[in-house]
């Protein structure tokens, strides 16, 4: 019986290894399930295209596809329908609203010169100038004047998603699913520790027991 004992002990460590290789998939499957383009969604949350351009003094409708915090760039190097625009690095001094087409309702558009937070390429270069807050999801007209009335010169304004916040929010996203997939590879790594130092200790008091007998 003590022979039998150290043999079918064997199929502990396949145990084991099942639990470790469970452990792994799940990991796994945390970070799919959070991050299905992952390693390039980084690129994919951030592009340019993602920005509605408007030409002011003027106005443009943008629908956003979700509520919650936006940023309006002021692109002082920018090309809007082949025309290219350039104007001082400085951001003038506008007048902006923005009014839900669905209700009327009027949200703040609050100024917020950000010099950090900013993108650039070989065509455009943008930086924070205003945040805007909306409740639901729609079509609001956005619209932009000079704040003492005159109509020159055309600049061209971005309305989008605010890249530092959206930076942040995907690192603390790519943070917490990391240490849930640590956790659990670092749960099913203790349970595989212990039941292979209770193989170890049951194969020695199997061996003494055929060794007394």
């Known amino acids: 019986m003590s022979e039998r004992r150290i043999r079918t002990s064997g199929w502990i460590y396949v145990v084991a290894a099942l639990i470790l290789l469970f452990g792994c998939l799940i990991a796994m499957a945390l970070a799919y399930w959070r991050f299905p383009g992952l ?21 443009e409708e943008i629908t956003f596809a979700k509520s919650g915090a936006y940023a309006v760039y002021y692109e002082y190097r920018s090309v809007v329908d082949g025309v290219i625009y350039t104007s001082s690095e400085t951001p003038p001094t506008l007048a902006c609203t923005l009014t839900s087409k669905a209700t009327g309702a009027e949200f703040a558009v609050v100024p917020d010169y950000v010099k950090t937070n900013n993108y650039t390429n070989r065509e455009r270069t943008g930086v924070l100038i205003r945040s805007i807050t909306i409740d639901s999801p729609g079509t609001y007209t956005f619209s932009c004047r000079y704040a003492d009335g005159r109509s020159e010169p055309e600049i061209v304004l971005a ?29 099913s790594g203790t349970v595989v520790l212990i039941v292979v130092i209770v193989i170890i200790v049951k194969r020695h008091r199997s061996k003494q027991i055929v060794a007394a007998g």
């Open 159 to 187: 309305v989008g998603p605010n890249f530092m916040w959206e930076f942040f929010g995907i690192a603390a996203r790519i943070f917490v699913t990391a240490a849930a997939g640590l956790g659990v590879l670092f749960s």
């Open 39 to 59: 390693p390039g969604i980084l690129g994919s949350e951030m592009k340019m295209h993602d920005l509605t351009q408007v030409v002011v003094p003027g106005s």
